[in-house]
């Protein structure tokens, strides 16, 4: 069977000082086309770095929330609030899928969205020396900027680093740095350069007027 569910997406939240707000309006949450009509509303309150979100959905029975941050999941509730950490200034994009579905899949049903943020994976090192991993980061050709000193775990095969959010259209590049005991750096695995894009281009339209009709027809260009 088909399980109800219902997509929002709450906007642009910031990082500013305290403020309580509610909201209840068509262009702040859109849904998914196979979604209800109506519009969620939320409150969005905001004490010191924290900002909680609270959202309310016309499903029934029990609901999962799934909610993502930039375009990366980051948690499942059956609480209709959850808690992000901004700082002052900062801003996210916050979403929500709401579901009666506990197994919902976060992957296929995710919304589309264009991801802040770049998930850094990478294997250990085999050298018994190696005492920490730093993860450095480089914007065009800026000078290199340390995100990162990650302590190597003997139990551990892989490591992954969510970098701080990134700017729109920015080129970069990453470099994991293994450093071994004695401070000395080995050689880095290069990821990149890539550009981020954050904001995607605006939908292309043809338009066709119809002397007989009289009307107009919008298609999406080629």
Not at 7 to 35: C, H, K, M, Q
Not at 46 to 51: G, I, N
């Amino acid at each position: 069977m088909a399980w109800p569910a219902e997509a929002g997406s709450l906007g642009v939240v910031e990082g500013r000082p305290r403020v309580r707000r509610r909201r209840r309006t068509r262009s702040a949450v859109r849904f998914a086309a196979a979604a209800i009509g109506e519009p969620l509303s939320y409150e969005q309150t905001r004490t010191a770095d924290v900002t909680t979100i609270t959202v309310t959905s016309p499903l029934v029975g029990i609901v999962y929330f799934f909610w993502f941050m930039d375009g990366i999941y980051a948690a499942r509730t059956t609480s209709p609030s959850r808690a992000f950490r901004l700082a002052v200034g900062d801003q996210a994009r916050i979403e929500v899928l709401c579901s009666n579905d506990p197994d919902l899949d976060v992957v296929a049903n995710a919304p589309a969205g264009f991801p802040a943020r770049r998930r850094l994976w990478w294997i250990r090192s085999l050298d018994a020396s190696i005492a920490d991993y730093r993860v450095d980061q480089k914007l065009g050709a800026g000078d290199w900027e340390t995100l990162q000193i990650i302590h190597h775990q003997a139990d551990l095969w892989d490591y992954e680093y969510i970098t701080p959010r990134l700017d729109d259209l920015g080129s970069y590049t990453w470099q994991i740095v293994p450093v071994d005991t004695a401070g000395n750096d080995g050689t880095p695995l290069t990821i990149g350069p890539e550009t981020i894009v954050r904001v995607p281009d605006a939908p292309r339209f043809e338009i066709a007027f119809d002397d007989g009709t009289g009307r107009v027809a919008f298609s999406e260009a080629a």
